[in-house]
């Protein structure tokens, strides 16, 4: 990493609340493993230094935001990608468990291969869809927390997330804006799933200044077992 992507992720964890101090060798590791892994597979589309410190590292790292996070054991991100927000949250945070999920092979093969080369003992990763592990008695029920960026409609995550969650267990949702339509389906979704949406955090991004909205849902009852339905349903004919 250069002085100026170091400078960059400083200032926008700072920005946050968070020192990375100790923090910035992995970050800096992390960026060379997906640039290198970038031009062998399409990772991500964010290629330059800036765009992977500002986009992938601290917006990751904004999903710490207002402490919805503290205290969780285990923790799985719903359709990680190339590992995002998932292992930059679990370079800070070595004492929780983190579960990358994807249902692209090649992605995990990634998350893998970088967490096993940054020492981070707190990742394990997994290929598959949020359907399935919604329904396997492994995982259902088996989370603290849900965390996931910019993989679907609020609808759409409450139904795959709230059956993951164990009860009290929240779901946190990182997004860009979110309309208030969007909003009011999730609410009805999340009341249909066993849970409510207690936090809508609108905030910039450090640095670049884009908008960015945490919605928290919070699991305050059991999640009926028809839900998730199969494969693909949730998304072609969300809830709400
Ligand atoms: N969270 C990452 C990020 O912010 O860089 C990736 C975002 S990408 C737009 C959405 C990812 O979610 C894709 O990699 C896709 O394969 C995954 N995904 C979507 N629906 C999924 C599901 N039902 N189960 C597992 N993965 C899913």
Redesign the pocket.
């Known amino acids: 990493m250069t002085p100026e992507g170091e400078a960059l992720l400083r200032q926008g964890a700072a920005e946050l609340g968070l020192n990375v101090d100790t923090q910035v060798p992995a970050f800096a590791a992390l960026l060379d493993l997906l640039v290198a892994a970038n031009t062998r597979v399409n990772l991500?589309a964010l290629k330059t230094e800036p765009d992977i410190v500002l986009k992938?590292f601290v917006d990751s790292l904004s999903c710490l935001r207002g402490g919805h996070l503290d205290g969780a054991e285990r923790v799985i991100?719903?359709?990680?990608?190339?590992g995002?927000?998932a292992l930059p949250l679990a370079i800070m945070a070595p004492d929780t468990t983190f579960t990358p999920?994807?249902?692209?092979r090649k992605?995990i093969d990634f998350v893998r291969a970088a967490a096993a080369s940054l020492g981070l003992t707190n990742v394990t990763a997994q290929v598959?869809?949020?359907?399935t592990l919604g329904r396997d008695p492994d995982h259902r029920e088996g989370y603290d927390r849900v965390v996931?960026?910019?993989?679907?409609a609020l609808p759409i995550l409450a139904e795959?997330g709230l059956p993951l969650l164990k009860p009290g267990g929240r779901l946190v949702a990182q997004k860009g804006p979110i309309s208030e339509a969007e909003l009011q389906a999730g609410r009805q979704a999340a009341a249909e799933v066993g849970g409510r949406v207690t936090v809508v955090d609108a905030f910039t991004l450090p640095v670049l200044g884009d908008a960015r909205t945490l919605v928290v849902i919070e699991k305050t009852g059991p999640t009926p077992a028809k839900y998730p339905r199969r494969e693909g349903v949730p998304?072609q004919q969300p809830l709400f």
Not at 77 to 82: F, K, M, N, V
């Open positions: 991500t992938h991100d719903l359709g990680t990608g190339a995002f927000p999920l994807d249902s692209i992605k598959g869809r949020a359907e996931c960026r910019a993989v679907a795959l998304n």
